[in-house]
């Protein structure tokens, strides 16, 4: 699905990173969240709260998930799974243009 229709938007950015990732909230009707993000080169840590889906929409990055030392590299058109209050990692070599979608609703 490349448009939602119906959402809220949140105005300001969610900014991490020194500027390096940031992202929008969107909120449907049904009370679903989800966040349309973009990452610049470097490597992140972040802990989730509740489960998410991570679909990356343009770029690549390496990620590693909760429980593993391995990295796996996500393309766009992928995506991963990361449980509720996990921690997972990324790599990222040029962009990643990502819809993160939280599982909580």
Do not use: H
């Amino acid at each position: 699905m490349s448009l939602f229709e119906n959402v809220t938007v949140t105005r300001e950015a969610n900014v991490y990173f020194d500027g390096r990732v940031s992202s929008r909230t969107i909120e449907f009707a049904d009370g679903s969240r989800k966040t349309l993000g973009f990452m610049q080169v470097g490597t992140y840590s972040f802990d989730t709260g509740v489960a998410e889906v991570m679909e990356v929409l343009g770029g690549s990055a390496m990620v590693q998930l909760p429980g593993s030392d391995a990295w796996t590299v996500y393309e766009a058109g992928m995506r991963f799974e990361v449980p509720a209050e996990a921690t997972f990692a990324l790599k990222v070599d040029t962009f990643m243009d990502y819809c993160c979608s939280y599982l909580d609703a």
